[in-house]
């Protein structure tokens, strides 16, 4: 039997999605330009234009998101993320409430993308997202996608307050998942390339960074006080990210066994490496 | 950075406020954009201060921005 590959999200006869959080369930907070869960029935983003500050929630059509419904709708003009919607069910939207500081989705009536798929620029100096906080496990997961806009500036998507988590890259690649310290991979990295990050913490204290499927690094680092995330984009007060992201999945444990498949069906929609 | 400095969380409040007005922001009651520019707290400066990060047009409400530095916590 014939079957269309599910990293389009539907199985053999097209009738069926099959989101990564459908084989992969119980993520904590999940932001995508995709579709990720059958259940799911909201939005994938709210955007304001700036022509004239009117907002319109896009939502997706068959699993991607509705482009023509967000250029006709920032048509000729630039187009801004006020909500990122969060697709785990824990309604854990990310807002921002200040126009300049909203990352940017469309310019000049044109979805930005990377390999075709849409994706949500940060600027570096002010753009982010804010997230009800929430404490974060001693055992975690974080999946994310997306591209750095030059040599020494900053990928990263989730965040907290300092010493809170983060995963991130600058031309070294830091995971800080656990409030009393954090990794780094000791070789520098000066890429500019579209990138899949993960970021875990074992229930032992073993961390782990992947670049695009690879572990990086690997270190074990105490765990003492569970602190919080709480944004997209920026770390403590004045560390923004200057990037591009499409997908950020967040789990509350480790998900070692599921980590490959994970990364797969990101790599397979996303075309990353 | 270019912006607005103001000694008073309140002269920041009420600056924000200025700046939304001129936007004509919230556009309906519920939008998520309230505000146009927001403040921020230079909390590592001595003294500290609050500030306002220039962004285009902004002149139009508070005149030519000034140039100031401001001390962040940096990350590893």
Redesign the interface.
């Known amino acids: 039997m014939f079957n269309i590959p599910s990293f389009y999200g539907f199985r053999s006869g097209g009738e069926s999605f099959v989101g990564l959080l459908d084989e992969y369930g119980g993520a904590a907070a999940a932001y995508s330009l995709r579709l990720l869960r059958t259940a799911y029935t909201g939005d994938a983003i709210?955007v304001?234009r700036a022509s004239?500050?009117?907002?319109q929630d896009i939502g997706f059509v068959d699993g991607e998101l509705d482009v023509t419904s967000l250029e006709s709708f920032c048509s000729g003009t630039n187009g801004f993320v006020?909500?990122w919607y969060d697709q785990s069910g824990n309604g854990r939207n990310a807002?921002?409430?200040?126009?300049?500081?909203?990352p940017q989705i469309v310019s000049s009536g044109s979805v930005l993308t990377i390999n075709g798929k849409p994706r949500i620029d940060f600027d570096g100096?002010?753009d982010s997202l804010s997230i009800t906080s929430f404490t974060f496990a001693s055992a975690n997961y974080n999946s994310f996608v997306g591209r750095r806009n030059s040599t020494g500036r900053?990928l990263m998507g989730l965040a907290g307050n300092?010493y809170n988590y983060?995963l991130?890259t600058?031309n070294n690649y830091?995971l800080q998942a656990s409030n009393s310290g954090?990794q780094?991979s000791s070789s520098t990295d000066l890429t500019t390339s579209h990138l899949l990050l993960t970021g875990l913490r074992e229930s032992g204290g073993n961390q782990k960074i992947y670049k695009n499927g690879n572990e990086i690094s690997s270190t074990f680092v105490a765990f003492s006080v569970a602190t919080n995330i709480n944004s997209i984009g920026v770390?403590?007060?004045?560390?923004y990210s200057f990037c591009e992201l499409q997908e950020i999945v967040y789990y509350n444990s480790a998900q070692e066994s599921n980590r490959t498949g994970i990364e797969t069906n990101i790599n397979d929609f996303y075309s990353i490496y | 950075m270019q912006g607005y400095i103001y000694n008073t969380e309140q002269e920041a409040i009420t600056a924000r406020q200025q700046a939304a007005d001129y936007m004509g922001l919230p556009l309906n009651e519920g939008d998520t954009t309230i505000y146009w520019v927001n403040y921020n707290y230079a909390s590592l400066n001595e003294p500290p201060f609050y500030y306002i990060r220039y962004v285009d047009g902004l002149e139009a409400v508070f005149g030519q921005p000034t140039e100031f530095e401001v001390i962040v916590n940096d990350m590893p």
């Open positions: 709210e304001r004239d500050n009117a907002t006020t909500t807002t921002q409430s200040t126009a300049a500081n909203q100096s002010n900053r300092q983060a991130w600058d830091y954090y780094f770390y403590t007060g004045g560390n």
